[in-house]
C-alpha cells in the first residue's frame, strides 16, 4: 500500500530556531501533498496545500512566512517552521495522494516542542 | 466551507460489544476517509468511502452521499480498538476537512 514518511518524529528546541520537517512518498509520485496541523485535545486543521514545482496554497489566518513549504520533488514537501515560538508546538502531519487517486495517505507525524 | 459533525463525541463500551459512529457533512463531497488515531497520533487509514458500502473485518463503513452522512460500525470491540474516530471529507483534489472526532473508550 502506499507509504508515507514523515522526519523527524519528535522535535524538541529553544524559541527562535527554525524547524524543518520532510514528507516523503515512498512509494509513489505525488503531485500534491498536505500539511495539517493538531493541537491537543483537538481535531486535524488543514494549513496548506503543496503542489510540486509551484507556490503553496495557505489556508486563512496559516502566515505563509511563518510556515515555508518546498515541493521540489514528486516525493518530498518540506515544511519549516520560522523563528519557532512556544505558540508553534504542535502536532505537525503530512499527507500525500498519488495522481489521479484521491484518497489521502498520512505520514506518522512530527511532534513540536518549542521551550 | 464544509462543516462535518461526528456524533457521538465520546463513547465507553465494554469490551465485545458493538457500535456505531455517525458523520453528517454539509454538501458533496468526492473523497470521505474514516481514520482511527491511536494513543502516539498516528492516523490508520480505514475506509475511503465516498459512497457505497465497505467491510474490512469487524469494521464497515456506509455513506448515505444523497443524504450527506457516513456511518462506521464497529463490531466485538476490542481494547486496542479505543482512540479517537476521525471522519475528513474533501473536494476530491482538495485537502481534507476533518470533524472533532469521537473518543472511543473499550473497558476490558
Known amino acids: 500500500g502506499a507509504v508515507v514518511s514523515q522526519h523527524p518524529s519528535w522535535v524538541i528546541c529553544k524559541s527562535g530556531t527554525s524547524v524543518k520537517i520532510e514528507c516523503r512518498s515512498l512509494?509513489?509520485?505525488?503531485?500534491?501533498m498536505f500539511w495539517y496541523r493538531q493541537f491537543p485535545k483537538q481535531s486535524l486543521m488543514l494549513m496548506a496545500t503543496?503542489?510540486?514545482?509551484?507556490?503553496?496554497?495557505?489556508e486563512q489566518g496559516v502566515e505563509k512566512d511563518k510556515f515555508l513549504i518546498n515541493h521540489a520533488s514528486l516525493t518530498l514537501s518540506t515544511l519549516t517552521v520560522t523563528s519557532a515560538h512556544p505558540e508553534d508546538s504542535s502536532f505537525y502531519i503530512c499527507?500525500?495522494?498519488?495522481?489521479?487517486?484521491?484518497?489521502?495517505?498520512f505520514g506518522d507525524g512530527t511532534r513540536l516542542s518549542i521551550l | 466551507g464544509i462543516q462535518v459533525e461526528q456524533s457521538p463525541p465520546d463513547l465507553i463500551l465494554q469490551e465485545g460489544a458493538n457500535s456505531t459512529l455517525r458523520c453528517n457533512f454539509s454538501d458533496s463531497v468526492n473523497n470521505l476517509q474514516w481514520f482511527h488515531q491511536n494513543p502516539w497520533g498516528q492516523l490508520i487509514n480505514l475506509f475511503y468511502?465516498?459512497?457505497g458500502t465497505k467491510q474490512n473485518g469487524r469494521l464497515s463503513a456506509t455513506t448515505v452521499a444523497t443524504e450527506r452522512y457516513s456511518l462506521l460500525y464497529i463490531s466485538s470491540s476490542q481494547t486496542t480498538d479505543s482512540g479517537v474516530y476521525f471522519c475528513a471529507v474533501g473536494g476530491g483534489a482538495d485537502g481534507l476537512t476533518f470533524g472533532k472526532g469521537t473518543h472511543l473508550i473499550i473497558q476490558p
Open positions: 499527507s500525500a495522494r498519488r495522481d489521479s487517486v484521491v484518497a489521502q495517505h
Open positions: 468511502i465516498p459512497s
Open positions: 512509494d509513489f509520485q505525488a503531485t500534491t
Open positions: 503543496s503542489n510540486e514545482g509551484s507556490k503553496a496554497t495557505y
